[in-house]
């Protein structure tokens, strides 16, 4: 069982940066590729981005691509999202996932999430 714990959210300005992480409790994250989703009130769990297990490669939803950056620490079980450019609608609960897997971009692929983190940008 992989239990994941995210850091780091928090109220800031529209057009920030925030960053915020995610450390998983098993030493055996990297062999887990890790994601990110956010889900705003009302609305459904969206992708943010993804990253392999080695973090040579992510991928991005289209919202979020250009302004945010996933990367990863495999020695410190720990994965990194840097948002900049922060907009009013990047509003909402940013979860942290894991999947032993392959590469996926739909929330359920991942068999492992965190709690959640809020992030809340003003306008």
């Known amino acids: 069982q992989v239990q994941l714990v995210e850091s780091g959210g928090g109220l800031v300005q529209a057009g920030g940066s925030l960053s915020l992480s995610c450390t998983a409790s098993?030493?055996?994250?990297?062999?887990?590729?890790m994601g990110w989703f956010r889900q705003a009130p009302g609305k459904e769990r969206e992708f943010v981005g993804a990253?392999?297990?080695?973090?040579?490669?992510?991928i991005y939803g289209d919202s979020v691509k250009g302004r945010f950056t996933i990367s990863r620490d495999n020695a410190k079980n720990m994965v990194t999202l840097q948002m900049t450019g922060l907009k009013s609608e990047d509003t909402a609960v940013y979860f942290c996932?894991?999947?032993?897997?392959?590469?996926?971009?739909?929330?359920?692929?991942?068999?492992?999430w965190g709690q959640g983190t809020q992030v809340t940008v003003s306008s």
């Open positions: 996932a894991a999947t032993e897997g392959d590469f996926y971009d739909v929330s359920n692929r991942y068999e492992y």
């Open positions: 990253i392999t297990r080695s973090g040579g490669r992510s």
């Open positions: 098993a030493s055996t994250s990297v062999k887990l590729i």
